[in-house]
């Protein structure tokens, strides 16, 4: 169906330069069905479902797409072995979510001799900048950058500015682009507070279960914690769990900071337990990749990264963060 068809050689560009898939495809514009492989991480979290369900309800019949859907159970060879099958298959699109950032030369070398355009989903690949269009997802550095800034205006806000505070990084997948960003932040900003101590930092995987075992062992070996900083919602209600069974109180004993802000985070904010900050990572890519498709349909040029917007949210509202209330009657996942 594909066939390549040289166009020109592009000059590099940077990741938000204006990018124009350097193939198009001698397609029947009769055609109205576009189909889209989707490489899909798994389902590790509330998140990653609500991210899977965005796509679903995205790429539908009516909507002129099929949508072939893959969970590769966190694993990259499952990716990979997928991305080969939608080749085979001779996909119009393929869209991944990389577990992680490396390791993706040789496949997407593939996918571009057989014409079919890549694009990214929530986590970033590196190295490949010419072998893929575009990449739709959060920007995980300011993530962790404004999840410090309101914990900087919370601790002032309780008079605790000055105070020591130990902080413990559970990590998600290493190597995922969340997981280097939100650590970046934090890592920045322990830098720029002499007061500010990582006493642990380790991966609980992005999974509510390993996110439990994992905090259960730092509580036993570092008893003076102030906050947790918990690199998504699921390892955060795990870490909950192991406070608690530790007889100390989530929310109020030790601060306790999540990212990716589901509504479940959202109810355990206004209701006054457990958690004080939620961090928003937006889960719905299914739209904008879809727009990505279709200007590519029409062979128009595209932004080589586009970002979703994203909130800090708490209780009250404090310094950079919007009132969970206010927020929740507008969620979608």
């Not at 938000?16 to 979290?45: C, L, M, R």
């Not at 205006?153 to 559970?170: P, Q």
Request: hydrophobic content about 40%; proline content about 2%; charged content about 25%.
């Amino acid at each position: 169906m594909k066939k390549i068809l040289a166009v020109s050689v592009l000059a590099a560009f940077a990741v938000t330069s204006i990018f124009a898939w350097p193939w198009s495809s001698k397609k029947n514009n009769k055609k109205k069905t576009i189909t889209v492989g989707y490489a899909q991480v798994g389902a590790e979290s509330d998140w990653r479902l609500a991210n899977t369900q965005s796509f679903k309800d995205t790429f539908t019949e009516a909507n002129g797409y099929k949508l072939i859907f893959d969970d590769a159970q966190q694993k990259q060879e499952n990716q990979i072995k997928a991305i080969r099958n939608f080749i085979q298959q001779d996909v119009d699109y393929i869209v991944v979510a990389p577990v992680v950032e490396t390791g993706w030369e040789t496949v997407l070398q593939e996918a571009k001799q057989a014409g079919i355009p890549i694009i990214l989903s929530d986590r970033e690949m590196k190295g490949v900048d010419d072998l893929y269009v575009a990449w739709v997802g959060g920007n995980f550095l300011k993530e962790g950058q404004d999840a410090c800034k309101w914990l900087d205006a919370y601790l002032k806000a309780k008079g605790r500015s000055n105070d020591t505070i130990n902080i413990v990084d559970l990590q998600g997948t290493i190597g995922a682009s969340a997981q280097i960003g939100r650590t970046q932040g934090l890592e920045e900003a322990v830098k720029t507070h002499k007061n500010w101590k990582i006493v642990a930092q380790q991966t609980g995987e992005f999974t509510q279960s390993k996110g439990q075992e994992v905090m259960e062992s730092i509580l036993k070996s570092t008893p003076n914690i102030d906050v947790i900083y918990a690199e998504n919602d699921n390892m955060a209600w795990g870490a909950i769990d192991a406070v608690k069974a530790a007889g100390k109180v989530p929310g109020k004993d030790i601060i306790i900071i999540t990212f990716d802000a589901v509504k479940e985070s959202f109810n355990r904010i206004i209701n006054g337990e457990e958690i004080n900050c939620a961090q928003e990572c937006n889960p719905l890519h299914g739209p904008r990749v879809a727009e990505i498709i279709q200007k590519l349909e029409k062979k128009q040029k595209v932004d080589k990264k586009q970002y979703v917007v994203e909130e800090t949210f708490d209780k009250d509202g404090i310094g950079n963060a919007r009132k969970a209330a206010d927020a929740l009657p507008e969620r979608k996942y």
